[in-house]
């Protein structure tokens, strides 16, 4: 399991990620790579694959959760939409970076 310590849109810095609210794991079921992200609001999860250092999850689902929290429920959006653009993956030095476009999140490892 990872957690969050930065993340950024663009060339903003993204403080919600910095504060630990993303949680990111991949798994294997029977057979299938599976990626599960949980947010303020709700768990995502989908298929993945890896190809060299890309990773790219499809048909992503929301589990049944929820928050009434305007700025969380924007969070749980914005992170939907940055998983289902191809991410590249670098390690280094303990801290896990995915990179689509613009856009960044780190994690280390719990």
Known sequence: MYTSVSGTAGDKDLPWVASGSLKASMHTVNGQLML?????????SGLATITGSTLTAKDIVTGASGCTDVNAGEHHLWVTDFLKRPIEMTLSQ?????????????????
């Not at 599960?36 to 995502?44: F, I, K, N």
């Not at 995915?98 to 999140?105: E, Y």
């Open 36 to 44: 599960g992200v949980r947010t303020e609001c709700a768990p995502l």
């Open 94 to 110: 303990g801290t896990l970076t995915w990179k689509s476009g613009a856009d960044s999140l780190s994690f280390q490892s719990e």
